[in-house]
């Protein structure tokens, strides 16, 4: 009995099925009841459990890979280096507030009106947008100059250039630039804060007094140098020391911007609009504003101010006054 058990639970052991036909040890199936048990376990394990679990693990197994080549890629390094796109930025409206990009006075270009037809004009658009940033931040935002006098359209009067000042100026909250070109085609001149009043007319001792406030300069265009790809000139501005008040002076003999003690102009134009000079004064403490040296005249501090005056000197081709502001 011990050798058919040890038989039947060997062959279990061994994994492999009994072989169809008479039970172990001569059994004929009726009286081997442990040789038909081992039989029935050995032959169950060998034909439901060995092949079946090996068809199914070879399934699974199967079925992970083919889920793992369907399955999207792994992303690569590439791809965590590329950077996602920018998120979009609310659009805000432009503000006129301190600090914020606001109104700009660059993008309303300056329109010089007042220009009659076949008149010679002297101030350029370029030379205009220069001197206009130099101008008292109201008077920026205007981008309509007016001519209010011109040698070539209103004809050599000192009494006309009063006359038209004081009326074009009346109602606006701006003053004036005077423009000159001389003889050599420089061209330069002054903001005057308010008009010119011949002061030899009148009675009042303060009236023959200067006048103008710290708004006032003198400037001068310089034309770029042919080694710039810019077109046009540049300006110049000289803005007020205020070691003195000699900002602006009109008589029916003369025009004058700027001064000092030791009688030097910035700026000096005759009565008639023929001769003029310019210095380094006290008031602007400017440069000339005409080329002293293409005159044969040196810029030496050291000189004195009537020998500068001689240098300085230039005829006055063209003189134009342009009202500013609204």
Not at 47 to 71: E, G, K, R, W
Request: contains cysteine; negative net charge; glycine residues 12%.
């Amino acid at each position: 009995m011990e050798a058919n058990v040890s038989a039947e639970w060997g062959d279990f052991q061994d994994g492999e099925a009994a072989a169809d036909g008479p039970p172990p040890n001569g059994g004929d199936g009726a009286g081997g009841g442990s040789g038909i048990f081992g039989s029935l376990r050995s032959s169950s394990f060998t034909s439901s459990f060995a092949p079946d679990t090996h068809s199914t693990l070879s399934s699974f197994f199967s079925q992970h890979q083919h889920a793992q080549t369907s399955a999207s890629p792994l992303p690569t390094p590439e791809a965590y280096e590329r950077k996602p796109p920018p998120v979009p930025q609310p659009q805000r409206a432009a503000t006129t507030g301190q600090g914020q990009r606001g109104f700009d006075p660059a993008a309303q270009p300056i329109k010089l009106v007042g220009v009659r037809p076949g008149v010679a004009r002297v101030l350029e658009e370029d030379v205009a947008e220069g001197i206009r940033s130099a101008l008292p931040p109201r008077l920026r935002l205007s981008p309509r100059w007016t001519l209010l006098y011109s040698l070539d359209q209103h004809g050599i009067s000192l009494r006309t250039l009063f006359t038209n000042l004081s009326r074009g100026l009346k109602d606006r909250d701006g003053g004036f630039v005077l423009v000159v070109k001389s003889e050599r085609g420089e061209v330069f001149g002054v903001y005057c804060s308010e008009a010119l009043n011949d002061s030899s007319a009148s009675r009042d001792t303060r009236a023959q007094r200067w006048s103008g406030d710290g708004s006032c300069f003198l400037w001068k265009s310089v034309p770029f140098p042919p080694s710039d790809f810019r077109l046009g000139s540049s300006v110049r501005v000289f803005k007020p020391t205020f070691r003195n008040t000699y900002f602006q002076h009109a008589s029916s003999q003369f025009l004058a911007f700027g001064g000092g003690e030791d009688g030097v102009f910035g700026l000096w134009i005759d009565g008639v609009f023929e001769r003029g000079w310019t210095g380094t004064c006290e008031t602007y403490r400017n440069e000339p504003l005409v080329d002293v040296k293409a005159r044969g005249g040196e810029t030496d501090k050291s000189e004195a101010g009537a020998g500068r005056q001689e240098t300085g000197k230039f005829q006055v081709v063209a003189l134009e006054c342009w009202a500013v502001g609204s």
